[in-house]
């Protein structure tokens, strides 16, 4: 699959902890096409391990995109240039000989960074538990065709329910808004006939707790959108705004 | 020593279960919330349990080393979830999940858990619908089923090529709900280094804060291991790259014997190796063998552009050697004929793939339809290899996926420490010697959902443990161990990184406890290994300190365990002299190539207990199959 | 804190409050518009139409607080959300990829807005000002518009302005409906080309008042 290796300028965010002030460390690498970002680092890694030097520390997991762990910033796109793409699917074939790229963490007040590349997305955790389920326990489920759902209806649902959760959305947006996010697990289970006893509660607890947590306001600008790996739609936001407002209007007002 | 009790109840198999519930314990919903449970791992067997004991009103704490609950390697399965709805009107039943399921694991399966399994499949999919699970639909708004290797019914539910994603966030979704109630509480970014027994019983654990490097000691009167799968002991592998067996490992330590660890399955569609640089192998889902069709060019070293190569000239050899099930057979008879057919040198893109060729789905449904049902696999496949697979076949070869082998436990999910449970892929129970497709995520949750809800409230409602205090001197025990380890692990100041040593291990087993073994190769690799072992102790170098965030030291543990599983591994394999299933040994099979199954001597389960480094007692549970018949097991 | 005092300071109240006040806003510049076009049909047609309005004089004080507060509330929320969002994300990338990810009237709001604010301050200074209190008995408004627009300090300066509002008002338009929840696939292109044509008209439509009456004075000079 491999054509010839090309040479690349890395800098890369070091920052021993969250407390110290970070700063860019050079490297420069002859990497193979076919590797992806990650294994680049793994491999500057395994060198500088061997060195006696501390590694970069960086998250991932499934290396598959599905898992939302991994997130670097590269040249200022989270996830790296290419569209609906996690960082450990960027392979370096998308980058061109004598390429320089700069490496940081995803940037937000409400992303603390806690050493090098990894930050500290325990808002998003925050935001589910305020109101992202439906209830229910355990052994009351009626059969699974009991409610009948349209194959549009469902495939809906599932657009928005892809969300992985990792957080390129904060990291892309001018404000560090969390909207895309919340708006994702909103419509998952406001557009299930499922969801719906509990949307105007769920959706307010959970913009609560979003505002709580030193989010930025939506302005717009769908940078989001645009950075998502799992290309998921600001329309999301359009609804989540739609249901918020449906609840203000429906909740409370009986009393 | 330890005494296996398989606790198998007695009575019709179509029965035990239903009457087990009833005789089991019942613990009065006020008195739940005195008790105190400890779930490790938080993917779909952790989190469906949290979710559910918190709802009968325990107090859960779960701890996962990820930094959120939901990144928890479930996330990732892709093809789907079995359960035996007949919607299809095909002639399915919970007999007939039952019965493939066993005869899928090559009648190395526990024939009752088996059965509760395909039993509870149903609950499982209702379950999840309520829950949000968002699976495909037919137009008419009814679920969609598709089918899927080793069964010739439709019953698997599917969500595109994310469903084990969707149920992961089911259930963890089920969990939050229990955290905003208070019954759970989670811990994140916590590894699991080891259990504490006090009186016998597990009474708590010891985890290691990620971020701050403290050991932390926590106290619960039960322990639930679902700490997931061991198979990145092969380095390159489909487990996410933090998965490990130490969780498991260290309880086996501690007493819980391990069971058939030779057992791993090496998945048949997975992306070929790139080079030495790779991280992971990736699946691609197995229900891609629905469409697709897997060939090899027939002369060796063709390495004719694929689209050149015309039909004659085309070995469909899985179409060609299982007439009935074609492409899918059983992933073990898949992986195997790969590895065959890039053996005699006909593998293609450098010899170690084979095609998997959708162009006659493309003429059949159309584009769109095959674009519809994988279209983000087709995304990923292009994204990962620089092909497009709508112009140009695949490529794919197996690679490690699961291990079907994993802690002993007995019909009520117990291990051979009492008060510890191991659920999902963790134990060893339900598959056998192999497991079909989108059954992977039907056992984490029905083990999750429907099984521990009830044998919890037997274990505690029996033993009523009391509180225990974590300055006890168990607890100080068992953390001044982790210290020692991870001290020593610091200490040995030597040049190999973590990762070179891994890399080599991962060879050793791929290439002599991989898809096939033999006796000469296996006696070769223990001794490889325990070299391998000395030098990771003598020449490591672990960079840093334990009082930060220290990545290389996290997987500098999880490999010590590795090379420890590993020999258990070869171990085991060299044992069991037989082929079945996952686990082939050359010596053992028909002139045919099949497996040969050994039913006289080597019916039983495997379950290994630690003596010290290097020694294991083996303990047979044997299997009794009252209900199939033992049949070789044949897909043609 | 009350139900609706939390609804307003929420992120998305605060966001409603921005598209309301906006897209009133734009109602007001339809009006404003159409009664500046008129002074292309000369001194009697504007001046006839200045008298209708002054005759009218106390309703349409009511209507200069509204508006006033519109604007107080519009802009006062903008910097508000501003000075909010800006403590969200205090750190910029080394390279920045906004030019990639998201269009430059979207990003450039609250500059445009500023710029607008600005202007607007010296608006109602030089022509809102001089109309309510510093004309004198013999002078008509048209003549006063007339006059001002023959400096080209102020010709260019106005034009220049309406650049900035056809951009402010291009992201703003499809912006407010997205905040309404009024977007789906298919409508949200339409709307979108709405906004673009507006934003158009709008800078157009004002940017030509003063660009008209600086070639008359050249002419008249000539």
Redesign the interface.
Known sequence: ??EKNIDLTL?IWRQE?PEAKGH?EKFEEEI?P???I???L??IN?R???E????I?F???????????CGL?V???PHG??P??ATC?L?M?NFKDGDTL?I?PF????FKV??DL?V???G??KI??????????????????A?????E???Q??DA??C??CGACVA??????A?LFVSAKVS??AL?P??KPERYERVQSM??V??EN??????????CE??CPKGIS??N?????????MA?LK??TDE | MIKLDSKVPEGKLSEKWTNHKFNMKVINPANKRKFDIIVVGSGLAGASAAASLGELGYKVKVFSFHDSARRAHSIAAQGGINAAKNYQNDSDSVYRLFYDTIKGGDFRGREANTWRLAEISNNIIDQCVAQGVPFAREYGGTLANRSFGGAQVSRTFYARGETGQQLLLGAYSSMNRQVNLGNVEVFPRREFLDVVIVDGHARGIIVRNLVTGELEKYASQAVVLASGGYVNVYFLSTNAMNSNATAAWRAHKRGAAFANPCYTQIHPTCLPVHGEGQSKLVLMSEGLRNDGRIWVPKKAGDNRNPNEIPENERDYYLERKYPAFGNLVPRDVASRNAKYVCDEGKGVGGGKAVYLDFTDAFKRIGIDAVKDKYGNLFDMYANITGFDPYKVPMQIYPAPHYGMGGLWVDYELMSTIPGMFVLGEANFSDHGSNRLGASALMQGLSDGYFIIPYTMGNYLGTEKPEKVDVERSEFKEAQQNVEENINKLLSINGKQTVDSIHKRLGHLLIDKVGMSRNEKGLKEVINQIRDLREEFWTDLQVVGNAKSINQTLERAGRVADFLELGELMAIDALNRNESCGAHFREEYQTEEGEALRNDEEYKYVAAWEYKKEGEWELHKEDLEFENVKLATRSYK | MSQLKQFFNSSIGKKLVMATTGILLILFLVIHLINNLLLFGGPDAFNQNVALLESIKPLIRVIEVILALIFIYHIYNAYKLWWENKKANPEKYAVSAKKENSTIYSRTMVITGSVIFIFLVIHLYTLWGKYNFGMEGSENYFEVIKTLFANPIWAAFYFIIMIFLGYHINHAFQSSFQTFGWSSKKYTPLVKKIGTFLAIIFAVGFASIPVYFFLISLGGQG
């Open positions: 699959m491999s800098n902890s860019f193979s076919d590797a992806s990650l294994e680049v793994d491999e395994n500088l391990e061997a006696g030097k501390a590694p520390a998250e991932s997991d499934c290396r598959e995109g599905i898992c939302g762990t910033v040249n200022g796109h240039p290419l609906k793409t699917q392979h074939r700069y940081e940037r937000a007040t409400a806690l050493k990894i500290d997305r325990s998003f955790d589910q538990v305020a109101g992202g389920f439906i209830s229910f326990n355990t052994g009351s489920a009626p059969d699974g065709n409610i009948l759902i349209s194959k209806l469902a495939d649902a599932l329910a892809e992985i959760g892309a947006c001018k404000n560090s808004s909207m998952h289970f299930l499922q969801g913009v609560k979003m505002d030193l989010f930025g306001s939506c302005t717009n600008t769908y940078a645009a950075e600001v329309l936001i359009a609804r989540m705004n739609r249901e918020y407002f203000e909740t409370g």
